[in-house]
Each structure stands twice: as structure tokens, then as C-alpha cells.
């Protein structure tokens, strides 16, 4: 431990200190924080590097994702506007999220120049030419960038999967860019404690086979391994019975055929509520041998813990653990 420190002092006495997860800390002496070096990416998908003198002041947030992670990270004093949630805010996020100021349309990306942020945090989509353009073009006006890594920042989901590692990684870089490292891991210690906790409970235990669906009207959506839909059960020990070599779309006659000992349903807002998800397995008779609707095992996931989930990761985590292990919750 003691060669331990040493190291890191003389690294720090040289100006350079490495923390991991694709980020490098370039310090002036063992006290400062910044710069800070960040790994994002822009539109083309390629990794590109944005380095904060200090912490930004005047935020830019898009999805829930962002605005959530932000007001858990205690920022929300930053946020100069924000806009794109799916539903309703986290509700422990509520109190803070009603300080902010929210826009229900998104703005343009003329309204946002105006705005004069430091900061732009959002979605990969949001910097396509019909909105905000590439992030080159905040780059010119010394706006750095952050990219939710699920959004698809790194490429399609069949080359780089979505997983729970990269919704830690955005916290964790979030922290880095603000200095409130310790808060991001605190939130990140506590998805990663439940998982631990999971795993301990189901060692020695065969898994449960598990579909994770949205009703597309005619056929199911596969949420599969690449997705984080399919990461989440996965990392939990259960088996995916659908969408364990890809994700592509399903009828009633495989969903039978698979027989899954555990249904989840997709539900999001504007879409339907979880019961109406649940009732669309549960009271159709086409579905009545199902082991899953026998068994009263099928439950709703919200598309928001499943899809650039954020901190609300802890909330999939907890909705797949309560109803695959029911036993350990009571």
C-alpha cells in the first residue's frame, strides 16, 4: 500500500494520473482535479476526446438519462434547460427537478446557442443534422459534449451491446467531468451491491429462462443479449429463452414455442401502463399454456430502466431481482 502511494504521488507530481474507464486526469499538482480528459464520441462514431478546464456551469440536458443523472449527481443548480423526458422524473428526483428549468418542446439548435451553454448532455440521435448537428459544431464554440453511451454513441447495438458496465461508465465520467466522483460511485456501489447481492443468492441454482417482449401489434420486439433489456436478467443468472444469439422480432407461435419460465413486458409512457402490459399476455387466450401466465410470472419492466437507463439501471435491476427471486425480497 505503501509503494502503492508513492507511485500515485510521483504521478501526480508529474501531472498525470490515470483513473480508468477510458479516463485520464492531467493535474498540475497532487490538488487539482483539472483538467480532466474525457472519452465521447460524435456522430460518425468515433471515439473523440473533450477535456474540461474545470466544471462546467451552464448545462444543456437532454433525456431522462442525463436530466436524472445530473440531479442525483446534486447539479441541478447547473442545468440551464433541459428537455426529452419519457413520463415523469424519478420520483425521489422530483423536489430538484422542479427547480430546473424544463421544456416540454425541444429547442432549436439556434435557441440553444442562445442559451450559451458549457455543456451539452445528450443522446446520440440529438446530434444528428436535423437538431443539434455533430458535436464538432460545439466544439468550434467551446461547448464540450457528453454522449450517453446506450444512445448507440459507440455504433449499432449488433457490434457494440448495450450493457449495465456502460450506463456505470456514464455516471462514473459524469462524476469525473464535475467533481462529485465520490457521489457517482456511491450510486454506482449501490447498482453493483444488489447485483453482488443476486448473485450470491442464485449460486449453485439452475437458471431461470426469461423473455423480455414489446408488443409491436403484430409480433413481439426481442429485447435480447445485446440490448440492455437482455443484459440486466443476464447479469442476474437468469437465461435468455428469446434473444440469446440476436433480437429480431417474434410471433405468438415462437413465443409458445419457447415457453419461458418468466415473462417481462415492455411498458412506456403514451404506449400503455404496466398492468395493460401484463393483461396483454395474461387475458389473451392464446396464451394461457404459457408456464409464465400458468405460474402468474409475468410482470411489466418501464422501457426508462431498460433503455439509457441511467441511475434509474438501480430500478431494472430491482424490477427483473424482485420477480425472478421473490424469495429473497420478502
Not at 435557441?111 to 466544439?139: G, R, T
Not at 457521489?183 to 451491491?193: F, L, P, W
Not at 407461435?253 to 393483461?279: R, S
Amino acid at each position: 500500500m505503501k509503494n502503492m502511494k508513492t507511485v500515485a504521488g510521483m504521478l501526480c507530481l508529474a501531472g498525470i494520473l490515470s483513473l480508468g474507464m477510458g479516463t485520464t486526469v492531467f493535474a498540475e499538482d497532487g490538488d487539482s482535479h483539472y483538467p480532466v480528459t474525457i472519452t465521447t464520441y460524435n456522430y460518425e462514431n468515433e471515439p473523440i476526446e473533450m477535456t474540461f478546464e474545470k466544471a462546467p456551469e451552464k448545462v444543456f440536458a437532454y433525456a431522462n438519462s442525463n436530466i436524472e443523472e445530473l440531479l442525483a449527481l446534486g447539479l441541478g443548480d447547473k442545468i440551464v434547460a433541459a428537455c426529452g423526458l419519457d413520463g415523469d422524473v424519478r420520483e425521489d428526483l422530483k423536489d430538484e427537478f422542479d427547480k430546473i428549468q424544463y421544456m416540454d418542446t425541444k429547442p432549436s439548435k439556434e435557441e440553444v446557442v442562445a442559451m450559451e451553454p458549457d455543456f451539452i448532455a445528450a443522446w446520440y440521435s440529438s446530434f444528428d443534422d436535423d437538431w443539434l448537428s455533430d458535436v464538432s459544431f460545439w466544439q468550434e464554440r467551446d461547448v464540450n459534449t457528453y454522449m450517453s453511451l446506450n444512445s448507440a454513441a459507440k455504433g449499432p447495438a449488433s457490434e457494440f451491446p448495450r450493457t449495465i458496465e456502460d450506463e456505470y461508465e456514464d455516471i462514473l465520467n459524469l462524476g469525473k467531468i464535475f467533481d462529485c466522483e465520490d457521489k457517482a460511485e456511491e450510486i454506482v456501489d449501490q447498482m453493483k451491491g444488489e447485483i453482488d447481492k443476486v448473485k450470491e443468492h442464485v449460486e449453485g441454482t439452475d437458471p431461470l429462462s426469461v423473455a423480455v417482449l414489446e408488443d409491436e401489434g403484430d409480433s413481439f420486439r426481442v429485447y435480447g443479449t445485446e440490448t440492455l433489456g437482455g443484459n440486466i436478467p443476464e447479469t442476474l443468472g437468469a437465461e435468455l429463452k428469446l434473444g440469446a444469439e440476436n433480437s429480431e422480432n417474434v410471433g405468438a407461435e415462437d413465443l409458445i414455442a419457447a415457453d419461458p419460465d418468466v415473462l417481462f413486458m415492455i411498458n412506456y409512457d403514451g404506449f400503455m401502463t404496466a398492468d395493460e402490459a401484463i393483461a396483454d399476455i395474461t387475458d389473451n387466450p392464446a396464451y394461457a399454456s404459457l408456464s409464465a401466465v400458468k405460474n402468474n410470472k409475468v410482470f411489466s419492466v418501464n422501457l426508462n430502466e431498460v433503455y439509457c437507463s441511467g441511475v434509474r439501471t438501480y430500478d431494472g435491476i430491482m424490477t427483473f431481482a424482485k420477480a425472478l427471486y421473490p424469495d429473497l425480497y420478502e
